[in-house]
């Protein structure tokens, strides 16, 4: 993969910073988009493919990009499919510092150094070609604009920054309450982006640590039905009636 083109991961990231306080927006949510942006990536660099809500290495390849390869190899050693929101809900320590640093070598951003109440010492990212970040919401904008359906790169962009919360960011207030509602509706222009966008949403949603039940039949208790109810989950001890409790203590 040539370095010329930005990643999503790093369009991404640059939709998110601001440019007045050089903070990023939605910084907890960005996290899970960031790591959905590379398997977005992934697939459109003919890497990973879906497969149901799971994702599936089709060629281990190395694409060149280091932050994308350890992503793809990790995928690689699972071996078997692993499902989109398992993966995006996964431990994904320092994923927004690389990519920041990796925009500061670039030359894309420089760091700005400074201090929190005078005493913790804090570090913004301040733009230095804004042209970039003006393309990039441009192609967003065109798209929400001109309701022609998106290529799958920005298809996947407006999906992402939709799961992560920057509508508000980008069309702040009332007056853009239409193009936020827009640029939701751009979700279905891409399978793979949708499929991780609404992974992204489930994470946050806390739908990660639930697995999905299929329905029961009429007539029929869903699957760990009256008997899940009164056993205590694996490892947390069941608590005492609160008669049980009452008689323990008379005696």
């Known amino acids: 993969m040539g370095r010329s083109r930005r990643t999503l991961p790093e369009e991404l990231l640059l939709l998110a910073l601001d440019p007045t306080t050089g903070?990023?927006?939605?910084?907890?949510?960005?996290?899970?988009?960031?790591a959905g942006a590379q398997l977005v990536e992934l697939a459109l660099a003919g890497r990973i493919a879906p497969d149901g809500d799971r994702i599936a290495v089709?060629?281990?390849?190395?694409?060149?990009?280091?932050?994308?390869?350890?992503?793809?190899?990790?995928?690689?050693?699972?071996?078997?499919?692993?499902?989109?929101?398992?993966?995006?809900?996964?431990?994904?320590?320092?994923?927004?510092?690389?990519?920041?640093?990796?925009?500061?070598?670039?030359?894309?951003?420089?760091?700005?150094?400074?201090?929190?109440?005078?005493?913790?010492?804090?570090?913004?990212?301040?733009?230095?070609?804004?042209?970039?970040?003006?393309?990039?919401?441009?192609?967003?904008?065109?798209?929400?604009?001109?309701?022609?359906?998106?290529?799958?790169?920005?298809?996947?962009?407006?999906?992402?920054?939709?799961?992560?919360?920057?509508?508000k960011h980008l069309y702040p207030g009332n007056e853009g309450r239409s193009s936020r509602s827009r640029l939701r509706d751009l979700i279905r222009h891409d399978p793979m982006g949708g499929l991780v966008a609404h992974a992204v949403m489930d994470v946050q949603n806390g739908v990660a640590a639930q697995p999905r039940r299929s329905p029961a039949p009429p007539g029929r208790p869903a699957a760990g039905g009256t008997r899940a109810a009164a056993e205590p989950a694996r490892g947390v001890p069941m608590q005492p009636r609160r008669g049980t409790m009452a008689r323990a203590a008379a005696h």
């Open 23 to 34: 903070t990023t927006a939605q910084p907890q949510s960005l996290d899970l988009g960031l």
């Open 58 to 167: 089709v060629v281990p390849r190395p694409t060149g990009d280091p932050t994308l390869d350890c992503a793809l190899e990790l995928l690689r050693r699972r071996g078997a499919p692993v499902r989109a929101v398992n993966w995006i809900g996964g431990p994904r320590l320092g994923l927004r510092q690389t990519y920041l640093s990796h925009l500061e070598r670039c030359g894309m951003v420089h760091a700005v150094a400074g201090q929190m109440c005078g005493v913790l010492p804090t570090t913004r990212y301040q733009a230095t070609d804004t042209e970039i970040s003006r393309e990039i919401r441009a192609r967003l904008d065109s798209a929400i604009r001109t309701g022609v359906p998106p290529d799958p790169r920005t298809a996947a962009l407006a999906a992402l920054a939709h799961a992560v919360g920057l509508g």
